[in-house]
């Protein structure tokens, strides 16, 4: 199963995409603890170092709708802003989408139709009296490039594989770049109120949970304390 996630800091403000970025560093980490194979298929930078607009992440696994299901939605950071000292704003929200629809195209060699011919001079006077000029077509999607770079059959073969791959790949992009531009609603449609998530600090950790058992001692003894009083 692979799915492609997109997380947005919407048309929010700095600090929201400084949000975007300590968010992706956290769902990584949390996908390579749980074997999820990802790729970062695209990012937009943010107006400062360190921050993102936006990420596009294809993701890989089995079990990926349970791994989705803790990060689809709107995140909150809850602090203040590093880069604003005096703003009195301390809740932050960015979302997380799922885009779908979109099927990423594989570039196999094994779909690939050759045909040789004579290279071709200027005017389209024959240059050699074999055939070493090779044009290279995609199946699946239909590109082709036409090579006669070498006089050597083999080295434009070679050629016209390298060629044809960054063509499709480009095809790839632009499809990429379509839905992108399709999903913009993403961009707008993040919400304030009930978050998925929640984060604060400046270093981004789930708030530090107390789990030495000093106030439940001190509470018992005061318990027990009253307890005897009662009893004398």
């Not at 919407?10 to 949000?19: H, K, N, Y």
């Not at 000292?85 to 997380?96: P, Q």
């Not at 071709?120 to 070493?132: A, L, M």
């Not at 030495?212 to 009083?229: A, C, D, I, M, T």
Request: glycine residues 6%; hydrophobic residues 30%; proline residues 1%.
């Amino acid at each position: 199963m692979e799915k492609l996630i997109q997380i947005t800091s919407g048309r929010g403000p700095l600090e929201c995409q400084w949000v975007v970025a300590k968010v992706l560093k956290h769902i990584l980490q949390e996908a390579k603890d749980n074997n999820i194979d990802y790729e970062i298929i695209h990012r937009e930078n943010g107006d400062e170092n360190l921050t993102l607009k936006s990420v596009t992440l294809l993701l890989q696994s089995k079990n990926l709708n349970d791994f989705l299901k803790n990060w689809l939605g709107s995140i909150c950071w809850i602090g203040k802003s590093t880069f604003r000292k005096l703003h009195k704003r301390s809740n932050w929200f960015i979302g997380v989408f799922e885009l779908e629809g979109l099927e990423k195209i594989n570039f196999n060699e094994k779909d690939i139709q050759f045909q040789t011919t004579r290279s071709q001079g200027s005017g389209g006077q024959n240059v050699n009296k074999v055939n070493t000029a090779v044009r290279a077509t995609h199946i699946p999607t239909g590109q082709s490039v036409f090579v006669q770079d070498s006089r050597s059959q083999l080295e434009n073969k070679k050629l016209s594989i390298e060629r044809l791959k960054a063509k499709v790949l480009e095809q790839n992009i632009i499809q990429l770049q379509k839905r992108m531009q399709e999903t913009w609603n993403n961009h707008l449609n993040v919400q304030r109120g009930n978050p998925i998530r929640t984060f604060s600090r400046t270093d981004f950790k789930k708030s530090y949970e107390d789990k030495s058992f000093k106030k439940q001692r001190s509470q018992l003894k005061n318990e027990l304390k009253n307890y005897n009083n009662d009893l004398n």
